[in-house]
Nanobody, 125 residues
Framework: QVQLVESGGGSVQAGGSLRLSCAAS????????MGWFRQAPGKEREGVAA???????RYADSVKGRFTISKDNAKNSLYLQMNSLKPEDTAMYYC???????????????????WGQGTQVTVSS
């Protein structure tokens, strides 16, 4: 059974940093796409960043230059370093894993098969 467990969320002031971690168990598709999504109240879930199936990092335009995604295959873990946080980054952040080959479609949540329970990130101004 696949489990994704996020950690590292919290409350910070604008301009601060947080590092999210996602520990995967039972997930053996290490060459497939893993990513981070977020969802704010009243909004749709949106793709934030992913390591696509070719191993390339992908980012939403809103986080480019501020967030960095990384993956440790040996530890079966995914990370998201978030710098220069803004109030509009406030959301529940989810780790997701896909068994599909994903590149340019990485940000479509419907293409992911497994989800974590989420970790809250709150950025105050």
């Amino acid at each position: 059974q696949v489990q994704l467990v996020e950690s590292g969320g919290g409350s910070v002031q604008a301009g601060g940093s947080l590092r999210l971690s996602c520990a995967a168990s039972g997930y053996t598709y290490i060459s497939s796409c893993m990513g981070w999504f977020r969802q704010a109240p009243g909004k749709e879930r949106e793709g934030v960043a992913a390591i696509d199936s070719d191993g390339n990092p992908r980012y939403a335009d809103s986080v480019k230059g501020r967030f960095t995604i990384s993956k440790d295959n040996a530890k079966n873990s995914l990370y998201l370093q978030m710098n220069s946080l803004k109030p509009e980054d406030t959301a529940m952040y989810y780790c997701a894993a896909s068994t599909r080959y994903l590149t340019y479609t990485w940000s479509d949540p419907r293409r992911y098969d497994y989800w974590g329970q989420g970790t809250q990130v709150t950025v105050s101004s």
